[in-house]
């Protein structure tokens, strides 16, 4: 079955950069993109951006432009999200997602990872 | 794309009928999913393309509209059904946005 598998709980000090990864199983990792989706305490869904396991290319929301890289690796099925420049209020919940039901379902999210927390202090 | 939800909150009892509504402000015709989320789980999609129900999910869910305006229906509230919901536009991509979600709508129990 589908499962995205992410990485432990992290903790930075602010400006420091974090890596969070993402790793897939139960399909085939290329014929799919990943979206990653961050979740501030107590706040809404934000849409980060996506990239495409089967050739790299990328899609980044406009207000994380020049601070985060989504990468993957074929090799092991694994995606990565990496933010540079950390600020208190990047404090969250980072999930990666998939759309395996892909355009049938409108690219909707039908598995999520189970999120990584990722705090942001001093 | 920016989506509205409303209510943000909700007190209910079970067995009520709950609607939500979600508003885009431009035409996503029906690129629209619905999700649930519990504290500390990740978000379940309940609905896709606005009213097409996800594989496993009960019946007394149910979505309709497109273009701008958008509504999830729960026929009879039950007990697990107290979440947070979160609509979700699939129309654009990042440079006009990109997948936003609502604000979301909390519901609990009256």
């Known amino acids: 079955q589908v499962q995205l598998v992410q990485s432990g709980a992290e903790v930075k000090k602010p400006g420091a950069s974090v890596k969070v990864s993402c790793k897939a199983s139960g399909y085939t990792f290329t014929s799919y993109g990943i979206s990653w989706v961050r979740q501030a305490p107590g706040q809404g869904l934000e849409w980060m951006g996506w990239?495409?396991?089967?050739?790299?290319?990328?899609n980044y929301a406009q207000k994380l432009q020049g601070r985060v890289t989504m990468t993957t690796d074929t090799s092991t099925s694994t995606a990565y999200m990496e933010l540079r420049s950390l600020r208190s209020d990047d404090t969250a919940v980072y999930y990666c997602a998939t759309a395996y039901c892909g355009g049938d379902c409108y690219e909707a999210f039908d598995y999520w990872g189970q999120g990584t927390l990722v705090t942001v202090s001093s | 794309i920016q989506l509205t939800q409303s209510p943000s909150s909700l007190s209910a009892s079970v067995g009520d009928r709950v609607t939500i509504t979600c508003r885009a402000s431009q035409g996503i015709s029906s690129y629209l999913a619905w999700y649930q989320q519990k504290p500390g789980k990740a978000p379940k999609l309940l609905i896709y393309?606005?009213?097409t129900l996800q594989s496993g999910v009960p019946s007394r869910f149910s979505g309709s509209g497109s273009g701008t305006d958008f509504t999830l229906t729960i026929s009879s509230l039950q007990p697990e059904d107290f979440a947070t919901y979160y609509c979700q536009q699939l129309n654009s991509y990042p440079r006009e946005g990109g997948f936003t979600f609502g604000p979301g709508t909390k519901v609990d129990i009256k």
């Open positions: 393309a606005a009213s």
């Open positions: 990239i495409s396991a089967y050739n790299g290319n990328t």
